[in-house]
């Protein structure tokens, strides 16, 4: 457990509307990502963040923006959902562990889009 | 950019029976090297990890994996299973610095009693 908690952990929500997913660290690590988890695709990352108001694309950024304002929280929005976007997220950490940057991830959120 | 390819979609073996899971990647050097489990409904847990050294890896829950170099691949053993070992499993490649993890499509195992 590497202290990472995901809000909401379901959502439901329609076409078109915006959606922002919350990701909470409480040990101050640098770097945070978000994936989306799609049958057939394992993990895709959406966007990660190398620090506060740091960020970068992923393989699959399109639909998607984040933010991170403070250490502890990255958050992910979808400014105008569509049902493509239903998925489910996760946030991950990565943490030096035994001379390697390992990626340890938080519980997940259910999107779905209708 | 690299990829990962797990071959086997769904696995099906008895308990008590020997498991061995493929992963093959494509990465213009050495990567680092992981292998995740999932549960329903749960995140994703750290199985092991392959960066250096040992070509042989051991994880936790008694798996562990070889990485060969000249097949490309980082298969996923373990001796005997159990029931609870029952989830889907994720192989996953990165460079040093882990910005760029790709993950392979999972293997489904089921453990028959």
């Known amino acids: 457990d590497a202290g990472i908690t995901q809000s909401p952990r379901h959502k439901v929500t329609e076409t078109g509307t915006p959606v922002t997913l919350r990701c909470h660290q409480t040990e101050n690590h640098r770097y945070m990502y978000w994936y989306r988890q799609d049958p057939g695709h394992g993990l895709r990352l959406i966007h990660y963040s190398y620090g506060v108001k740091d960020t970068d694309k992923g393989e699959v950024s399109d639909g998607y923006s984040v933010s991170r304002s403070k250490t502890e929280d990255f958050l992910l929005t979808l400014e105008s959902a569509t049902s493509s976007q239903t998925s489910v997220y996760f946030c991950a950490i990565s943490l030096r562990d035994r001379g390697t940057d390992t990626q340890y991830f938080g519980p997940g959120t259910r999107l779905t889009v209708l | 950019a690299q990829s990962v390819t797990q071959p086997d979609i769904h696995i099906t073996v008895s308990e008590g029976a020997s498991l061995e899971l493929r992963c093959n990647y494509s990465?213009?050097?050495?990567?680092?090297l992981f292998w995740y489990v999932q549960s329903p409904g749960q995140g994703l847990q750290l199985l092991l990890k392959?960066?250096?050294?040992?070509?042989l890896v051991q994880g936790i829950k008694g798996f562990e994996a070889e990485f060969k170099r000249s097949q490309s691949s980082f298969n996923l053993r373990k001796p005997s299973v159990h029931w609870s070992d029952a989830a889907e499993y994720f192989c996953?490649?990165?460079?040093?610095?882990?910005?760029?993890?790709?993950f392979g499509a999972g293997t489904r195992l089921t453990v028959k009693p």
């Open positions: 990465y213009g050097a050495t990567p680092y």
């Open positions: 392959y960066f250096s050294g040992d070509t």
């Open positions: 996953a490649v990165a460079p040093g610095n882990n910005n760029d993890m790709r």
